[in-house]
């Protein structure tokens, strides 16, 4: 475990992996620490408050001994969407502050709370899920598909995730904003990774810097990054949102940059992603989204096959995991966990993770609940007052 520590006037505070803080209270440190390493006091300790280091918010790390689910949230854990893809979402958090972001990562208003999930449950369950839809579809090939609402590359065991997936799927690709991946990576990852989907929405080194509301932004380091992967055995798809009055111009010579550069060797090239406006991201002033319509004209304008398909990356339609809840059903629940926002809490039952939103229950509280979604096995439910 790598780690830096810290003594601060109340606290001891462990930096693990540079991700991950520990925080324990000096008395009870030094208290531990008298028959304990260091190592056994921050995984074993009780009293200590565990935060993502980059973001500052509470953390949950989750591990099977801790029987929490990994199915039925979109920020953590494995999402099934009846096809032959899983999302594999190993961590929140992320290191850019995008002005778009959808899910209002890095600094936030809204988000409340980060998930990291044990490298060792997640492989698990991912095998169930694919082992299952092998015995219901039959010759398929299954994708792991890394992303979340965050970057998966800070994830600590991200490489050793990537190595593990591609024992078990045909196909193994991730997203990532690749700031934090080297060439040295690239290298180490070439024999398991199939895609990697790079977000680069500019190639202006003071636009980009804005788009992702960072003034540190490396472009030259993505810029660079983006040709390496190009070069090696990895295919690269560029993946910009466009954010018209903003990066219009930009993407044109994304475009024509993915082209010169050899991106989309088995797949495709680029995968511009429409801005969106959502109610809990960010959404930057005087923006007025494109309609779907007008969007795919824009495309069609711009060049030849930048219209994305599912069968574009042999994305099939493959029988579902089981739902485990009925939307309308009716359950009482014990509350585990913060939500990822303000006034939503967490249940598990059945192996599922319930979000419950608009609550003011706290952690221990049991409450009435009535299920209104359970499409692709993610749970939200409302409370019955
Ligand atoms: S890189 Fe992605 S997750 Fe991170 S802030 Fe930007 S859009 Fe959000």
């Not at 007008?294 to 030849?304: I, T």
């Amino acid at each position: 475990m790598k780690y830096k520590k810290i003594e601060s006037e109340r606290e001891i505070v462990f930096i693990i992996y540079d991700v991950i803080e520990v925080r324990i209270p000096k008395k009870v440190y030094y208290r531990f620490a008298r028959k304990y390493s260091d190592k056994d006091i921050i995984t074993y300790c009780p009293h200590k408050n565990v935060y993502n280091a980059i973001t500052k918010r509470r953390l949950y790390y989750i591990a099977e001994e801790n029987d929490i689910p990994i199915i039925g949230h979109t920020a953590f854990g494995l999402i099934d969407r009846g096809t032959n893809l899983i999302q594999v979402r190993p961590c929140t958090g992320c290191n850019l502050n995008c002005i778009f972001c959808s899910v209002d990562e890095g600094k936030s208003k809204t988000r409340v709370t980060d998930y990291m999930v044990d490298i060792d449950y997640l492989v698990k369950k991912f095998k169930e899920i694919a082992d299952y839809k092998r015995e219901k579809c039959g010759d398929i090939r299954i994708e792991a598909h890394i992303d979340g609402q965050g970057e998966p590359f800070l994830y600590p065991y991200i490489k050793e995730l990537i190595k593990r997936l591609h024992e078990i799927a045909d196909i193994v690709s991730t997203q990532t904003n690749g700031t934090l991946l080297t060439s040295k990576d690239i290298g180490e990852l070439e024999k398991y990774l199939d895609r990697i989907n790079l977000s680069i929405n500019s190639l202006d080194e003071r636009k980009a810097s804005l788009l992702a509301g960072d003034p540190s932004y490396n472009l030259n380091h993505v810029v660079n990054l983006a040709k390496e992967i190009a070069n090696s055995e990895i295919d690269l798809l560029l993946a910009p949102v466009w954010l018209p009055g903003y990066n219009d111009e930009d993407i044109r010579e994304i475009v024509k940059f993915g082209k010169e550069i050899g991106a989309g060797k088995k797949w495709k090239a680029l995968g511009i992603q429409k801005y969106i406006r959502y109610k809990f991201g960010r959404n930057p002033k005087g923006v007025k989204p494109m309609s779907f319509k007008r969007f795919y004209q824009e495309l069609e304008k711009m060049g030849k096959g930048l219209r994305l398909y599912p069968k574009d990356f042999g994305i099939v339609k493959c029988r579902e995991i089981p739902r485990k809840f009925k939307v309308g059903e009716r359950l009482r629940v014990k509350i585990e966990m913060h939500g990822r926002i303000r006034g939503e809490m967490l249940a598990f039952a059945r192996d599922r993770v319930i979000q419950i939103t608009n609550t003011n229950k706290e952690v221990g509280d049991f409450v009435d609940v009535e299920i209104v979604r359970n499409k692709h096995n993610i749970y939200v439910a409302k409370e019955i007052k």
